[in-house]
């Protein structure tokens, strides 16, 4: 299967600071990536979609100016969290689509990154 | 907001037995996927199954979609100990190519 690199996979930092990870397609180009934020024992939550070239789609409820994702190049996207809080401690895992055969596309995940906001 | 539902929410399992669990969506997809999530890992991808399937095969891993009834279920069979983690159904909407829609989980234990 293809690889997707996320990184760093744990990260801690003080509220008021700013935050990226970056997710990135190893062998394979990605037009669309995912960002889904993940709290303990429950499931994936989209955050937002981004696409290489143009500006993210968020889900409702996501603030865009907090989340800041660029998706600069077919392989990379980047995921930053602005002015830190510890409300936003999570773990936030990117995904990125491949087009499969026939109709369906395939997604590869990345490991997560264990944000904590102290 | 989250289309999967799956059930039960936790099971618990001895070594050799088999593990049943089940997703329920409430849309058209054009595909369902099952994923597998070790504790504070990102997830792996074990199974698709296309709308037009009814049953799948992978390994020790069986999959069904009844798309009457908005369902899928994933066997495992004779379940191991690294069988332990959370596996979650994902939907592919007809409605919104690739953006998946993941149901909350069934976190599964292996006993030995």
């Known amino acids: 299967g293809a690889v997707v690199s996320q990184h760093p996979s744990r990260v801690i930092c003080k509220s008021g600071t700013s935050v990226k990870i970056e997710c990135r397609s190893l062998?394979?180009?990605?037009?669309?990536m995912f960002w889904y934020r993940q709290f303990p024992k429950k499931s994936l939550m989209l955050m937002a979609t981004?696409?290489?070239?143009?500006?993210?789609?968020?889900e409702q409820g996501v603030e865009k100016d907090k989340f800041l994702i660029n998706h600069a190049s077919l392989t990379l996207s980047t995921l930053t969290v602005t002015s830190a809080h510890p409300e936003d401690s999570s773990f936030y895992i990117c995904?990125?689509?491949?087009?499969?055969?026939?109709?369906?596309?395939?997604?590869?995940f990345g490991q997560g990154t264990r944000l904590t906001v102290v | 907001s989250q289309q999967g539902e799956e059930d039960p929410q936790a099971l618990s399992i001895q070594e050799g037995e088999n593990a049943t669990m089940n997703c329920s969506y409430k849309?058209?997809?054009?595909?369902l996927q099952w994923y597998r999530q070790n504790s504070g890992r990102g997830l792996v991808h074990l199974i698709l199954?296309?709308?037009?399937?009814r049953e799948k095969h992978s390994g020790r891993l069986r999959v069904t979609l009844d798309t009457s009834k908005k369902s899928s279920s994933l066997l495992i069979t004779a379940s191991r100990a690294a069988d332990t983690a959370s596996y979650f159904c994902?939907?592919?909407?007809?409605?919104?190519?690739?953006?998946?829609?993941f149901g909350a989980g069934t976190q599964v234990v292996v006993t030995p």
């Open positions: 994902a939907t592919d909407p007809t409605d919104s190519w690739g953006k998946l829609q």
């Open positions: 199954i296309r709308s037009n399937e």
């Open positions: 062998d394979f180009q990605a037009t669309t």
């Open positions: 995904s990125a689509e491949r087009q499969g055969w026939g109709e369906f596309t395939e997604a590869f």
């Open positions: 849309t058209s997809i054009n595909n």
């Open positions: 981004s696409n290489e070239g143009s500006k993210a789609t968020y």
